[in-house]
Nanobody
Framework: QGQLVESGGGLVQPGGSLRLACAAS????????MGWFRQAPGKEREFVAA????????YYADSVKDRFTISRDNAKITVYLQMNSLKVEDTAVYLC??????????????????WGQGTQVTVSS
């Protein structure tokens, strides 16, 4: 059974940076599309970024494009989210997810088979 564990969240000032990591176990890493989602209090879970198994393609939400970068290291079975120029509205719980076959597209929650517990990111002065 696959397991995903996120780390790297915390409190940061607006304009600052954080790097999230998601360590996977029980999965054949290079067979899964990996994604990051986020959920703020009172809001629905939303897509942030995704990367294909070979890192050939990456996808971003418009709200984070040019500020966030998703990457993966299949040897370490880890996916990263580098977040720069953070804004207050980026505050949320960030969750890592893995999809064996994105039946509904990489941006759709329904495509993902495994989820982590999430890590809190708070952007505040």
């Amino acid at each position: 059974q696959g397991q995903l564990v996120e780390s790297g969240g915390g409190l940061v000032q607006p304009g600052g940076s954080l790097r999230l990591a998601c360590a996977a176990s029980g999965l054949t890493s290079n067979m899964y599309r990996m994604g990051w989602f986020r959920q703020a209090p009172g809001k629905e879970r939303e897509f942030v970024a995704a990367v294909t198994p070979s890192s050939q393609n990456t996808y971003y939400a418009d709200s984070v494009k040019d500020r966030f970068t998703i990457s993966r290291d299949n040897a370490k079975i880890t996916v990263y989210l580098q977040m720069n120029s953070l804004k207050v509205e980026d505050t949320a719980v960030y969750l890592c997810a893995a999809a064996s076959a994105p039946r509904f597209g990489v941006r759709n929650i329904k495509s993902y088979d495994y989820w982590g517990q999430g890590t809190q990111v708070t952007v505040s002065s």
